[in-house]
């Protein structure tokens, strides 16, 4: 073989590879010109609100309005084929069944010293009523089909007279101390539930609404004894290790508290937002908003979702940051825990989906 033939033979494969690689590595590395569908957190890349045609056939034709049932879970199936619904909203106490919780640490996870007892003093008390043990659970259960509605606590309610609207929904959860007293035109006058964790619990005894139920989103193991004390009436006898003062009395039975299931905290911080996972254990930038954090319960456990009154205008910092107080924008990005612009990423994917629909359009602002 003549030495030109060689260096021909060895160089045309090489053009060939070089080639092949150029062109598949600007799609997908090695993935020769097959373009994956999905992103790195296993959500569809290409979502539009329209209805995959399974879907259009089983929710086309139900009128306006009407509760679709299990929507929201099959349009969130639709663009993350990895969802599955069943995960209970609470703790009970069988809660060590649920293993996806019992290898992690506060706030992703139930796994603690002393967990045990804690736990099932409480939880024994928080199932009973009047001496009698609870039946089935009030928001759980009594509807076949739920319309649920998260209210985030953004200045973007103001002066919408958005109230009507949101008190229709069979569900209204609402967050931390964010009031309905003198603003029920925007806010709606129905609350369900109330999940807090004690930094943002309301301190003012007499501003709890009269039925909702009191749920704890626990994101510290202090967080489980603080309710603990709120249950058996106890004096809290130091505010150590809380960053900010917290309630000391909840006018609550144990029948009406709960402790929101920590898995949802764990899904949306490591699945669908993607936060750095850091070992399991909490670090910077790697905790969801509560806001998430009850936007995922809403997807396991509620057939149509909404949400009012998310979304933050960075552009806008000296605008107000909550509908009820002063403070302003800018003050969100002293934030150590969350990360406001990678969870945004994930809330507008499931705004563009139609899996959640957002009353007040702060999550997407012009941009979807
Ligand atoms: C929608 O219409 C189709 C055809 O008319 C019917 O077979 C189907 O059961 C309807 N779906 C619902 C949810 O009513
Ligand atoms: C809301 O309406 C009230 C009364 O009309 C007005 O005083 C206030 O400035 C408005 N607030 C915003 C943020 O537009
Ligand atoms: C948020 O996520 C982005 C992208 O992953 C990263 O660059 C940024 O440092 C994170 N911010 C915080 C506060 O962790």
Request: with cysteine; net charge positive.
């Amino acid at each position: 073989m003549k030495p030109t033939r060689h260096l021909l033979l060895v160089l045309c494969p090489m053009v060939v590879l070089g080639f092949l690689y150029y062109s598949s590595g600007r799609l997908h590395p090695w993935g020769w010109g097959h373009k994956s569908l999905y992103d790195k957190q296993g959500f569809l890349l290409k979502l539009d609100g329209n209805l995959p045609l399974e879907l259009m056939y089983k929710y086309g034709n139900l009128s306006e309005g009407v509760c679709k049932p299990g929507y929201a879970a099959a349009k969130m199936t639709a663009i993350y084929p990895k969802f599955t619904k069943p995960v209970p909203m609470f703790l009970d106490p069988n809660f060590r069944r649920f293993t996806k919780i019992s290898k992690f640490f506060p706030p992703f996870g139930m796994k603690m010293q002393g967990m045990d007892l804690h736990f099932r003093s409480i939880s024994f008390w928080m199932t009973m009523r009047n001496g009698e043990p609870l039946g089935e659970d009030t928001v759980d259960h009594y509807l076949s089909c739920k319309k649920c509605i998260i209210m985030g606590n953004g200045a973007i309610l103001t002066n919408k007279s958005m109230g009507a609207r949101i008190d229709e929904y069979n569900v209204i959860a609402r967050l931390n101390e964010a009031p309905v007293s003198g603003y029920e035109k925007d806010v709606g006058s129905r609350t369900t539930m109330r999940i807090t964790y004690p930094e943002g619990a309301i301190q003012k005894t007499e501003r709890y609404e009269q039925d909702s139920l009191f749920v704890l989103s626990a994101f510290k193991a202090l967080d489980f004894k603080w309710l603990r004390s709120m249950i058996f009436k106890e004096r809290l006898h130091s505010t150590d290790g809380f960053w900010k003062s917290v309630a000391h009395h909840v006018p609550r039975e144990p029948s009406e508290m709960r402790i929101l299931n920590p898995y949802f905290i764990q899904e949306a911080a490591f699945r669908f937002i993607g936060l750095p996972h850091n070992k399991g254990q909490m670090g910077r930038g790697n905790i969801p908003t509560l806001g998430t954090v009850a936007i995922t319960m809403a997807l396991h456990n509620c057939d149509e979702v909404a949400v009012a009154g998310f979304g933050y205008d960075m552009s806008t910092p000296h605008a107000p940051l909550h509908y009820y107080e002063k403070i302003r924008m800018v003050a969100i990005k002293q934030s150590w825990t969350h990360n406001i612009s990678r969870e945004k990423e994930f809330l507008i994917k499931l705004v563009k989906a139609g899996v959640i629909q957002d009353l007040t359009h702060g999550i997407c602002g012009s941009g979807c």
